[in-house]
């Protein structure tokens, strides 16, 4: 089991930064390819953000290249996702998810249970 926590939503201005952190305990965090998704009022949840176990690989939803950017710390068991150039389109309730890399893509079988970003124009 991994349990992970999200932390770092809140309320900020169109054009504006946050940071989301995404703790994880339980097993090796290190072992898992992470990713943001996120789910906006009357949608259904989409990926935005991945990155793999070692931290060199990054892949995001288009919307977002260039204005989020995803890291980890395994030395703190730690996920972030810098948001920045805020947009009303973003506001959403982010989660972050733990997963492994199969020849079909990435399966994530763990998730938090989501922090809310809302950006105000």
């Known amino acids: 089991q991994v349990q992970l926590v999200e932390s770092g939503g809140g309320l900020v201005q169109a054009g504006g930064s946050l940071r989301l952190s995404c703790a994880a305990s339980g097993r090796t965090f290190s072992n898992y390819a992470m990713g943001w998704f996120r789910q906006a009022p009357g949608k259904e949840r989409e990926f935005v953000a991945r990155?793999?176990?070692?931290?060199?690989?990054?892949y995001y939803k288009d919307s977002v290249k260039g204005r989020f950017t995803i890291s980890r710390d395994n030395a703190k068991n730690t996920l972030y996702l810098q948001l920045n150039s805020l947009k009303p389109e973003d506001t959403a309730v982010y989660y972050c998810a733990a997963g492994l890399q199969t020849t079909a893509g990435y399966r994530y079988t763990y998730w938090g249970q989501g922090t809310q970003v809302t950006v105000s124009s």
């Open positions: 990155i793999n176990w070692r931290g060199d690989s990054t």
